[in-house]
């Protein structure tokens, strides 16, 4: 069993893919790199997991030491919608790996991009994951013995405040005009195929158990794995659900970009215009198509039917715009 690096150990889908991973692996072949080490669980440091301290801001060649020992590492993206940052700390990460002798690493990207093997997408949100996935393949190409799987995760069924004006169904008056949802979309057309965070969690830990336990048979070498819920939901009808969660009849109002970055509520979390129009792109991406696309990956790395999106959502999942 090779040894495996989770970096970093934070976040919900940090947190949900080791938690499973644990439940699959030896505990003492599992290191968990965080900004914060003291918060992993003590019960899984006394049974023999390891911690080291580090972050995307921590210094390439000590990045470099971090990652000694570790054979396999799960990079778990920058948690920035930005292209330019996203890029200036990812791709250095993934290099001081290969200098440590990390001999194959999972990327976890996003489902933005259409099918499995779109290297294009409008969305800013994806330019970032499309460039570490061409850096990846780059290194297998020209690294002797460098291998990589990129997953493709899902947009999270608990991330719909950041497509939905950061509607809440569990405090429905604090962002709605009237009964309306005001975004740059229509609601119709193209939409989400929703899947559950801890899906996610789950299936990237299998994922890693399988390849670190028989690399040799591993299907993913090399390749990229689109993990989505198991039906395409418009954002009409992800509203509808919404607003029986929230016991309202909503819908969704258009509105052009320009009033939409002025909303309160959006200029709340992106805190300025520009970041608000550069996530405002997703919209263009969902009307193309790109998180449409259903695929057989996660059912099958599962072993069962992904859980519905308004079964999540009606089983009181709070909302979170991590993604």
Known sequence: MKTIGIFPASGGLGTSTY????????????????RQPHKVPRNYTQAGVRTREASYETAPSD????FTGIDVLFLISYPSHVKDYRIKVQ????DAARRAGVKHVFYSSLAFAGERDSTRSVAEVMQAHLATE?????????????????????????????????????FPD?????????????????GVAW??????????????????????????????????GNKEWSLEDTVKVLGEVAGRDLKIREIPVHEWVRLPQVKGYFKNEEDARTWATAWEA???????????????????KPEEFDVTLKGGTRATTEQ
């Open 286 to 304: 969902i009307r193309q198509g790109a998180t449409a696309p259903v695929t057989g990956d996660l059912e099958e790395i599962l072993g069962r």
């Open 174 to 190: 604090a962002t709605l005009v009237g009964n309306e949802i005001l975004v740059p979309h229509d609601g119709k057309g193209k």
């Open 134 to 170: 061409g850096h990846l393949r780059h290194l297998a190409e020209t690294a002797p013995g460098f291998t990589y799987t990129v997953i493709r995760e899902g947009i999270y069924s608990e991330s719909t405040p950041i497509y939905t004006s950061f509607f809440d169904p569990h």
């Open 63 to 66: 990045l470099e030491k971090v």
């Open 19 to 34: 938690h499973h991973l644990l439940a699959l692996v030896p505990k003492n072949n599992v290191i968990l790199i965080s």
């Open 195 to 228: 899947v559950k965070r801890d899906e996610l969690g789950e299936a990237s830990a299998k994922l890693i158990a399988q390849y670190s336990s028989a690399p040799e048979s591993f299907q993913y070498v090399n390749q990229v794995v689109l993990l989505t």
């Open 91 to 94: 791709l250095p990460a993934i």
